[in-house]
């Protein structure tokens, strides 16, 4: 079985540029969630999808972060404009329904020059 | 208060002893427990998750659980180099199987050959 895959791996890009980050989740796992860790700080929540609609997205740090998952499928990240604030470790995480625990990807490293 | 507070270590211990990891977390509705070791550069392996009081254990790892205290620890014996990583606590307080997860910053272990 896949794990949860995301694209970049790294990304490096001037303040004001626009950047997405990919994530694709085990396949059938319904709950996807982005996370973000800031260099020495805690991994902290962005939102939860479950399937394509949007469950939670208090974590959402303004209004330059969207973040879609067309077809319930794979979700994108969207950061536009980048601030240099946004660098940071973005990682998805995905499970099934009924509480299942999380599983991570690799993680997109995004720095903001 | 931070939600899920950790000791970011290092913690060191030699090879072969019992390392012990510790977690508390303010939120008294939470309602399931999970710990997840994370090496350099890699994504949050979860290797352990409690849902009630007591003891687990899982090969060399055990989880320990007391909601009355608000503490949650993980054992690992004979610690193997191998094992030096970051241990993240993670406290679930969703509820009805929606969780909402938040993180301790993580304790950096070390294993000395």
């Known amino acids: 079985e896949a794990g949860v895959t995301q694209f970049p791996s790294h990304s490096v890009i001037e303040k004001g540029q626009t950047v997405t980050l990919r994530c694709d989740p085990i396949?059938?796992?319904?709950?996807l969630y982005w996370y973000r860790r800031v260099m020495g700080k805690e991994i902290k929540f962005l939102l939860h999808?479950?399937?394509?609609?949007?469950?939670?997205e208090s974590g959402m740090p303004n209004n330059r972060f969207l973040a879609e998952r067309t077809g319930g499928t794979y979700s994108t990240l969207k950061v536009q404009p980048a601030e240099l604030e946004d660098s940071g470790v973005y990682f998805c995480?995905?499970?099934?329904?009924?509480?299942?625990?999380?599983?991570f990807g690799d993680g997109t490293r995004l720095s903001i020059l | 208060q931070k939600e899920v507070e950790q000791n970011s270590g290092p913690l060191s211990v030699p090879e072969g002893a019992i390392a012990s990891l510790n977690c508390t977390y303010s939120?008294?509705?939470?309602?399931?427990f999970f710990w997840y070791r994370q090496y350099s550069g890699k994504s949050p392996e979860l290797i352990m998750s409690?849902?009630?009081?007591g003891d687990k254990e899982d090969g060399r790892f055990t989880a320990q659980l007391n909601k009355a205290s608000q503490y949650v620890s993980l054992l690992i014996r004979d610690s193997q180099p191998s094992d030096s990583a970051t241990y993240l606590c993670?406290?679930?307080?969703?509820?009805?199987?929606?969780?909402?997860?938040?993180f301790g910053i993580g304790t950096k272990l070390q294993v000395i050959p």
């Open positions: 995480a995905s499970s099934q329904s009924g509480g299942k625990p999380q599983h």
């Open positions: 396949s059938g796992h319904d709950n």
């Open positions: 999808f479950v399937k394509e609609s949007k469950q939670d």
């Open positions: 939120d008294r509705g939470s309602q399931s």
């Open positions: 409690i849902y009630s009081n």
């Open positions: 993670a406290v679930n307080r969703g509820s009805g199987g929606y969780q909402k997860v938040t």
